[in-house]
């Protein structure tokens, strides 16, 4: 099993830019490929972006794409989401997620582990 710890989110204005941490542990030895999920109030969860657990490989939301990008620290097993020139659009609440396999999957049913969610808030 893997554990989930999200942090970072926050009341940001149009253009700014948050990072946001999803602390990771337990049996990330067997190298899971981590997603960001979003779910905005009155919609349903959506991809953000996956990245694989050497950080080698990652894959994006159109929505998110040229402003988002994903990383790994791998001294503190984290992953992290840069997101840059924000929109009020993006306001949800983010969720990092975890599955074991190598495909870098936008598939919320095919992810195993989340976290508890933080909440991104950008006012126009």
């Known amino acids: 099993q893997v554990q989930l710890v999200e942090s970072g989110g926050g009341l940001v204005q149009a253009g700014d830019s948050l990072r946001l941490s999803c602390a990771a542990s337990?049996?990330?030895?067997?190298?899971?490929?981590m997603g960001w999920f979003r779910q905005a109030p009155g919609k349903e969860r959506e991809f953000v972006a996956a990245?694989?657990?050497?950080?080698?490989?990652?894959n994006y939301a159109d929505s998110v794409k040229g402003r988002f990008t994903a990383s790994r620290d791998s001294a503190k097993n984290t992953v992290l989401l840069q997101m840059n020139s924000l929109k009020p659009e993006d306001t949800a609440v983010y969720y990092c997620?975890?599955?074991?396999?190598?495909?870098?999957?936008?598939?919320?049913?095919?992810?195993?582990?989340w976290g508890q969610g933080t909440q991104v808030t950008v006012s126009s």
């Open positions: 997620a975890a599955r074991y396999g190598s495909m870098l999957s936008s598939l919320e049913k095919t992810y195993n582990y």
């Open positions: 990245i694989t657990w050497s950080g080698g490989r990652s």
């Open positions: 337990g049996r990330t030895d067997r190298s899971p490929v």
